[in-house]
């Protein structure tokens, strides 16, 4: 496949452009790849779209290898649908909502789990249709309120979701990890090394999730790893077990005055202990009740873990009002003695294995010491909810954890039979009984990843592709193009190159040779083929990888030049 330059859409900009941050989001716009609409949301110019098919062709080619099925599933979806699931009211603004002109409530899918649950319900009937999967690659949205790096968090995305349909919890364990290499595999293909991490499901639920982590300065996302590297999850989740204290006698509490000290830290250092021997007071509301979180005060509140943990998909930062209406005083909070009513006392597993803590007095200037659980205070809820953090000895063999930041660039889950049941998606099974079908997810931001290739692979002058992803192999630069005979070996030799199976651009732009480099760098092809008059003059021309700057002159005939590139592609003929 031969391109000329000349009628090909290729828009490059000079400079950094001031709203990106990101390498990618930088380089996508300077290379003519994408345009911004709207705020998280971009056109894809042609260029993309020739690296974006080669992604998608990776992806389908590893559903289809574990039985996958694609099918395209509408954008659009009644909300009737997400109010059988609950999740039209825990998506929250993020849900895009509009009526159609007939009145009815609608919403741009962000996820297609409740549609392709639809279609079970309808069209599954036995277990002998078992297991099924169904994935495809098509355009999402999602009102985020902080889009950002281009297409790392867009509002409008294009991503590859897959679901499938299983009639035992077994079928779906030995299905899960099929789904677990080819994502392996995929990022692979595509030149990444990515970090499998146990994740939290989140509003998808479900029992089981990994996401598939791209280390990078620029991630917006976290993952904690053990040094011995048989642990890894999501920030948001992960586990990392506190050190302790030796073990001492309990004292008898005593209040103590320590005017003006608001925080933990303040405290610590007034009374002259550090801050593990501390007990902080952390207070949240959920729709249903005040959550007041008692933890060690060297440790800070998971929100994630601690809205798993009371049980709600919505938790947000409690009022100094809602806080002293149940008897507690803010900066001086304690659990010892508040109205319990409307309370619900959630304790760290941090505070159970501490001893003689100093704790809020419920009295503006004053605290207790020698605070101790459960002689002093009750919980209704003791579980891990604080954030694992750097050093933190892993939960399986003790080593010590550190912390990454990534972006994501998939996730699959075990959902189960929360859709299913809600929806009434069930099946025959062998004995001829009704269960609720047992589903899994799978979704991988396609748009993101071609994002995540070139964080991974770029230096300061521009992307530097894989050879399989590249919009082009090689790009013909003819140097002069005014001069016809330059011209005429340009094309001669792009034609070569095109009959061997290579996708060719032949720049014949009548630019100055520097826009020409430059460009070709910015772009990342592969090869750079340099068709120049000295040379020319010799029957030569120059050859250039873009990934390391290996140079090469040869014979300025098409064998040569194809057999050239081929080896520097490190392909074969």
């Known amino acids: 496949m031969l391109i000329r330059a000349t009628q090909y859409f290729l828009p490059t900009w000079k400079e950094d452009?001031?709203?990106?941050?990101?390498?990618?989001?930088?380089?996508?716009?300077?290379?003519?790849?994408?345009?911004?609409?709207?705020a998280g949301i971009y056109t894809y110019l042609p260029l993309a779209r020739r690296v974006l098919h080669k992604i998608e062709a990776i992806i389908r080619e590893e559903m289809d290898a574990i039985g996958g099925m694609e099918i395209t599933m509408p954008m659009v979806h009644p909300a009737e649908l997400w109010m059988e699931t609950g999740r039209l009211q825990d998506f929250g603004p993020i849900l895009g909502r509009f009526r159609d002109r007939a009145g009815r409530e609608m919403v741009l899918g962000p996820t297609h789990e409740e549609v392709i649950t639809d279609i079970a319900r309808k069209e599954i009937r036995s277990w002998r249709q078992l297991p099924l999967m169904f994935y495809q690659i098509q355009t999402k949205f999602r009102d985020e309120p902080r889009p950002r790096g281009g297409l790392v968090r867009a509002r409008e995305f294009t991503m590859k979701d897959g679901y499938s349909f299983h009639e035992s919890k077994e079928d779906l364990d030995q299905f899960y990890r099929k789904v677990y290499q080819a994502y392996l595999n995929i990022f692979q293909r595509c030149g990444l090394e990515v970090v499998p991490v146990e994740a939290d499901p989140g509003l998808m639920g479900g029992s089981e999730s990994h996401e598939f982590m791209l280390p990078s300065p620029y991630g917006e996302d976290a993952f904690i790893q053990c040094e011995n590297k048989d642990y890894a999850a999501n920030l948001e989740g992960a586990v990392g077990l506190k050190d302790e204290d030796p073990p001492e006698p309990l004292l008898p509490l005593e209040e103590v005055a320590t005017p003006g000290c608001y925080t933990i830290e303040a405290v610590a250092h007034f009374l002259g202990v550090p801050t593990r021997k501390t007990a902080k007071a952390v207070f949240y509301r959920t729709p249903r009740e005040l959550v007041f979180v008692v933890i060690r005060g060297d440790l800070e509140v998971n929100e994630t873990k601690l809205a798993r943990a009371v049980g709600s998909a919505e938790l947000w930062p409690?009022?100094?009002?809602?806080?002293?209406?149940?008897?507690?005083?803010?900066?001086?909070?304690?659990?010892?003695?508040?109205?319990?009513?409307?309370?619900?006392?959630?304790?760290?597993?941090?505070?159970?294995?501490?001893?003689?803590?100093?704790?809020?007095?419920?009295?503006?200037?004053?605290?207790?010491?020698?605070?101790?659980?459960?002689?002093?205070?009750?919980?209704?809820?003791?579980?891990?909810?604080?954030?694992?953090?750097?050093?933190?000895?892993?939960?399986?063999?003790?080593?010590?954890?550190?912390?990454?930041?990534?972006?994501?660039?998939?996730?699959?889950?075990?959902?189960?039979?929360?859709?299913?049941?809600?929806?009434?998606?069930?099946?025959?099974?062998?004995?001829?009984?009704?269960?609720?079908?047992?589903?899994?997810?799978?979704?991988?931001?396609?748009?993101?990843?071609?994002?995540?290739?070139?964080?991974?692979?770029?230096?300061?002058?521009?992307?530097i592709w894989p050879t399989n992803l590249a919009p082009f192999h090689v790009i013909v630069s003819v140097l002069d193009p005014r001069r016809p005979e330059l011209l005429a070996l340009g094309e001669q030799l792009a034609r070569g190159l095109a009959q061997a199976g290579l996708e060719v651009l032949l720049d014949d732009r009548d630019q100055s040779a520097g826009e020409k480099f430059h460009d070709a760098k910015l772009w990342g092809i592969p090869v750079l083929v340099v068709v120049g008059p000295r040379a020319a003059a010799q029957n030569r021309v120059e050859l250039e990888r873009r990934k390391d700057g290996e140079k090469r002159e040869v014979e300025a005939r098409p064998a040569p030049v194809v057999a050239a590139v081929h080896e520097l592609l490190g392909q074969s003929r």
């Open 17 to 38: 452009p001031a709203e990106a941050e990101l390498p990618s989001h930088k380089l996508m716009l300077r290379a003519g790849m994408i345009r911004k609409l709207a």
């Open 318 to 463: 409690a009022t100094e009002e809602e806080i002293a209406a149940c008897g507690a005083v803010p900066g001086y909070a304690s659990p010892i003695g508040i109205r319990r009513t409307g309370v619900k006392v959630v304790v760290d597993d941090s505070i159970p294995k501490a001893r003689n803590l100093v704790a809020g007095a419920n009295r503006a200037g004053f605290h207790l010491k020698n605070v101790n659980f459960p002689r002093d205070f009750r919980a209704d809820l003791v579980a891990d909810v604080a954030k694992a953090r750097e050093g933190d000895r892993c939960p399986r063999c003790g080593g010590r954890l550190s912390v990454h930041r990534a972006i994501e660039l998939g996730h699959i889950f075990k959902l189960g039979t929360k859709y299913s049941e809600a929806m009434g998606a069930t099946f025959l099974d062998r004995e001829g009984k009704p269960k609720p079908l047992i589903m899994g997810c799978y979704g991988i931001g396609v748009g993101r990843l071609l994002a995540a290739v070139i964080e991974a692979h770029h230096d300061e002058e521009g992307i």
